[in-house]
């Protein structure tokens, strides 16, 4: 047994002392014990005891984060927000995961009219098409990667109500969808989304004429017809409606509490206190768009006192609704195109960030709701392809030029994160906003 040196240990592999300043660390038990535990069958320990990352979770992991970080960032420094927004926005604008499906509808049927929502954990989804159709949704996988298999079958479009008219709009609010048709024998059908019973709302001994659109706040119900809008207070109990003055066929609404809304063909933006008893409403904007005969196309109220508006002009603006007589808008949404459609869907997002816009030129395209700047894709790449090449799964939404005008946008929050649903022709795509394919490492 070698002797006890102090400042020295001894080595018994080389035979010899060395300074105790040079001793290599000692492991620790638990260290030894995790060692041993990790090593496989065979006898030979693993390169890493993590497992390394899926290829989705990679592809999704900055997304998830980013968003992770957008919501707990409410105390943090303007400068921080606008940081994590710039990267929302480049995140978005170079989507790529787009799953399509093509949907089973009636002989020279195209998608007019799509809505999703989801109710005690259950996805509930409804399309309407130019023929009258309304078409429910069955899948029990919400995250289908557009492979139909007998293991993960593809999700199920069944035709269960005709309207004999056009589907002009489906609203969903809480557990109630109403779906509205055009035409002079239009339609009003309200359906319990828990229990898929439906009924026709009958209007009693009032005509309407010509349903443009609709919405639906908890039981209230707002329509777009021609020459008014009407009102329902509760479409549960009540069946008599109240007639909103608009003097023009009214192309937009919106309910916003005890306020409604109307954007009418003239260019009138009118707003209705439904508290009192005035069917004149107030005029806003001081008839900015009656001026230059622009009919409005889109209302929403964003954050309560945020108007946005869109105009068969192809104006995108959004007014301060503090000062109802300024004329000047907050901001102006640049590049959206149109000049004669009145049907060009628009969607902003869940947390109020972005809006999104389908243009007469049959593109859709995106804008930051806190700078009013556009959303440039990546450059690189076709700029326009046709709805067939979208089966590959890798085209950009905001890059594709349709086949067919987008009827139909939607934004909302799914388990992968948020999701743009966009309608054209008899296809739905579902873009997974700042994602790639699971394959795509780019």
Partial sequence: MPRELPGFYWDEEKRRYFPLSSKPSQPSTAAVKAAV??????GH???SSSPKPSKKTRSHGLWKSSEKVRSTSSGSSNCARRTIHEIVSSQIASTSRVIPTSVPLQANGNITAFCTTSLDGNTRRMIGDSQGWLYSYEGADDNWDGVDTPAHPAPRWLPNLSLTSEITSICMSGSRCVATSYGPSCKIVVQDLSTTEAYVLSPGDRVIHDIWTAHLQDRSLTLGVRKKAIYIRDIDTARSLETLDTQSDVFAVHQNENLVLTGARNGWVKRFDMRIDSPHGQDLLQNKYKDCRSSIT???VINEWRLLTSTVNGDLEMFDLRFPNHTDPLMTFSGHINSYSMKLPVAIDPSSSFIFAAGQDSRVR????????ILHPPQGGPSTSSTREIQAD????????FDKPVSALQVTREREGSCLW?????????????QRPSWDFS
């Fill in 422 to 434: 966009a309608t054209s022709g008899r296809n739905l795509y579902q873009c997974h906003l700042g």
């Fill in 366 to 373: 995106a804008w930051s709701l806190h700078t009013g700047e």
């Fill in 298 to 300: 889109y209302l929403n």
């Fill in 394 to 401: 890798v085209t950009n939404p905001l890059k594709v030029t």
């Fill in 45 to 47: 320990t693993p390169r």
């Fill in 37 to 42: 535990t990790s090593k496989t069958p065979s």
